[in-house]
């Protein structure tokens, strides 16, 4: 095996039937996602040979560990059942004399005895990603799976990143909390995983919205479609998935609140991008709208760490790239950025201030709206992480040298 220091990281993804089939296959861009950034080498595990054969393409090592159940015996059930309540007749449930093994034997423990002997993860792992417990993802044809992951993690002292497919219910803490590090879907998850003291705050991260949907059961024909252009788009306006995205739709009606909206931003002080989305149809007195906007803000498009001007292609791929929607009016991009759980805040005179469901604010003073984008950023946004990023905080900063570590930190720059 070559030195530690010399490789990059495994990171093995242990994926069983029913978590696919509950994210309709989804789950395939999202590995394919991680090991696309090739800060690590990323492998498949998995009971299934429908998601073993999806990775035929890829460039993610897959394994395929179907397992062999055994056939237990009525005297050998009688003895695990008894060797089950030995282990844990001194083992009661938190602030309460109830022992945990009378709570397992009236689940019929015994007759639900599926022995299936651990098969041998064929790679060591570094990491490992595996889905938490939920309703949804209870296969008996996994569960050897799963056991297997997490003991080669246990023995190769390895961290395990629990990721949210199955939503998590607030009485799942056994099954949650076998992961060290949390990569969840929501915020309501977040706090429930901090309450529980199933992980500390900088240990559990929501996923961003285009991950989050990867782990979803329903299909939506944008996001699917923003996969296809997320990097084109990245590359073409130099924003790299660390820094807060501001999309502001540009009215030419709305140029003295644009311009209000625009110098307010520069207060911001963590790093953002601003893109300032024109129409390509529009035009006044001969100049395109795009050549109005570059004109009329250049003062306060200069000010800012960076801002881009886009008239190209369509709007709802950038839209779908922002984090932040900050509009003199509410229009059609203002409807989508709600209904895609983007932080929308409608900045127009004259207005009342105040929230509108969720995520949609109304600001008439530019000034108050920045800082309610300040504070959403603050109490949301910095709990957001990829994926890969999960991973990179949850490997151990022990065993793998500062070049290799600097390496990807350039990358992530870039």
Request: charged share 25%; net charge neutral; with cysteine.
């Amino acid at each position: 095996m070559p030195d530690r220091k010399q490789r990059k990281p495994n990171v093995v993804f242990a994926i069983g039937d029913a978590d696919w089939k509950y994210s309709r296959g989804k789950l395939r861009r999202l590995i394919d996602r991680v090991a696309s950034e090739n800060r690590f080498k990323s492998s498949v595990v998995s009971n299934d040979e429908e998601i073993y054969a999806a990775f035929d393409q890829s460039n993610v090592e897959r394994f395929r560990l179907p397992g062999t159940p055994h056939v237990i015996g009525p005297q050998h059930a009688t003895t695990l059942t008894e060797l089950m309540i030995r282990l844990t007749r001194d083992v009661s449930f938190p602030d309460s004399r109830l022992p945990i093994w009378k709570v397992m034997a009236m689940d019929d423990y015994r007759g639900s005895l599926n022995f299936v002997p651990p098969p041998e993860i064929p790679v060591n792992p570094d990491l490992l990603v595996c889905p938490l417990m939920g309703v949804d993802n209870n296969s008996s044809a996994a569960a050897h799976l799963y056991c297997a992951a997490l003991l080669a993690a246990h023995k190769a002292n390895a961290p395990v990143v629990g990721l949210e497919i199955s939503p998590l219910g607030n009485k799942q803490t056994l099954g949650a909390s076998l992961a060290d590090h949390y990569a969840l879907k929501t915020e309501w998850s977040r706090q429930f995983v901090i309450h529980e003291k199933l992980a500390v705050a900088d240990r559990a991260f929501v996923l961003p919205p285009e991950e989050n949907y990867l782990l979803t059961c329903r299909n939506d024909g944008f996001w699917d479609d923003f996969f296809n252009y997320e990097m084109i788009l990245r590359q073409r306006f130099s924003i790299n998935r660390n820094r807060i995205t501001v999309f502001i739709p540009h009215h030419v009606t709305f140029v003295y609140e644009i311009r209000e909206i625009l110098r307010h931003l520069k207060t911001l002080t963590f790093p953002f991008s601003v893109i300032l989305r024109t129409d390509p149809n529009i035009a006044r007195q001969g100049l395109k709208e795009i050549d109005i906007a570059r004109k009329v803000y250049a003062d306060e498009l200069n000010a800012l760490p960076h801002a881009v001007v886009d008239d190209e292609g369509g709007w709802m791929w950038s839209l779908l790239l922002a984090d932040v929607v900050l509009a003199p009016i509410q229009s059609v991009c203002t409807e989508i950025a709600v209904n895609y759980g983007k932080l929308t805040v409608v900045c127009q005179g004259w207005g009342e201030g105040s929230w509108v469901g969720d995520n949609l604010y109304v600001e008439p003073r530019p000034a108050l709206a920045v800082n309610a984008l300040r504070s959403w950023v603050e109490q949301r946004v910095h709990h957001r992480k990829p994926l890969s990023e999960i991973i990179e905080a949850a490997l151990p900063l022990t065993g793998f040298n500062n070049e290799v570590r600097t390496g990807w930190a350039n990358e992530i720059q870039r």
